[in-house]
């Protein structure tokens, strides 16, 4: 029932340290940094789109959905303009509710982002 424990080593192994010279690159060595792809031109898209007063069909920016926009009146330089010309005969609030007179500022409907503005000035 006794077994022979010649041949189990259990002191410290023989292999190499870790500090050892063949040890520091025990694989190929990275090979120098690659050009970068010049076969793929990475094409910039636009931040801010061609957009009208409608809403249009667009590519959000956030969250990269093909989307219609959702259009938002909001003031702008124009509204401010054309708010004096109507302060002569006390309007000075018409181009503030008018939507004519007001930015066209189009969201992405699922993200609220941002998309484009089409501006009256
Ligand atoms: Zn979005």
Known sequence: MLRARSS??????RQASPTSMSNLYPSAPPAPSAPPPESVPFVARPRLLAVGRDPVQA????CQKDVITEVQFEWGAFTVCMALPFALFCLCCVPFCIPAFKDAVHYCPHCKGFIGKDKRL
């Open 8 to 13: 189990v080593n259990c002191g410290p192994s």
């Open 59 to 62: 590519v959000c920016n956030a």
